[in-house]
């Protein structure tokens, strides 16, 4: 069954560091998002991506973060300084049409020191 | 803009109990509807949606939710639940149409299942 692969799992940093996060969505879907889940928190939205543009984005992805999808496959989330508000799990999600269900991936657990 | 808000943040319950957990929603317009599962330590996973058609959904392993259009509700259930159902539930809704089609969630419900 297709799936969103995620890469690292865990990463830890230290503050003011860049990181990329990965991930590789379903083959032939044409949606592409990020959200993150602060520990005990909902899960919150970052940003949607569709036909090489963000689509929409939130409050929260400030110019620190940017997303880039380099080639046919991957689907990168990069955040130019962190900070320890960052610290957060990182799901990443494709959908094949807009709106309907979104396929996520199992997430990276970013940790910022 | 959507809203969810799932009442219970937590609940406990005893195995081959009912479970019902609670989920209304507030949007503007037409939406789609999801349940996600997160089990510890794991990702999210859809459980069951509702796009169009039939209000009444179900899931592959026993869970099912009922659209309630006049109430905005999508309360999930399940008549008799398992060890293995432990999880946490988030309720979500997408609208239907327009530019903006993120998923907004719930802030979860956790459920225990206890022997």
């Known amino acids: 069954e297709p799936e969103v692969t995620q890469t690292p799992s865990h990463q830890v940093t230290q503050m003011g560091q860049e990181v990329i996060l990965r991930c590789v969505p379903i083959?032939?879907?044409?949606?592409f998002y990020w959200y993150r889940q602060i520990l005990g928190q909902k899960v919150e939205f970052l940003v949607s991506f569709y036909n090489n543009e963000i689509s929409e984005k939130s409050e929260i992805f400030d110019d620190q973060f940017s997303v880039e999808r380099p080639d046919g496959s991957n689907f990168t989330l990069k955040i130019r300084s962190t900070k320890l508000e960052d610290s957060a799990m990182y799901f990443c999600?494709?959908?094949?049409?807009?709106?309907?269900?979104?396929?996520f991936g199992q997430g990276t657990r970013l940790t910022v020191v | 803009a959507q809203s969810v808000t799932q009442l219970d943040s937590q609940v406990p319950v005893f195995e081959e109990a009912p479970v019902e957990l609670r989920c209304n929603y507030s949007s503007s317009v037409s939406v789609y509807l999801f349940w996600y599962v997160q089990y510890p330590n794991q990702g999210l996973q859809l459980l069951l949606k509702?796009?169009?058609?039939?209000?009444l959904v179900e899931s592959i392993n026993g869970f099912e939710a009922e659209f309630n259009k006049s109430q905005t509700s999508f309360h999930l259930r399940k008549p008799s639940v398992h060890i293995s159902d432990t999880a946490e539930y988030f309720c979500?809704?997408?609208?239907?149409?327009?530019?903006?089609?993120?998923?907004?969630f719930g802030k979860g419900t956790l459920l225990t299942v206890n022997p």
């Open positions: 083959s032939n879907h044409l949606y």
């Open positions: 999600a494709s959908s094949e049409l807009r709106g309907t269900e979104a396929f």
């Open positions: 509702y796009l169009s058609g039939s209000t």
């Open positions: 979500a809704v997408s609208p239907k149409g327009g530019s903006n089609y993120k998923l907004t």
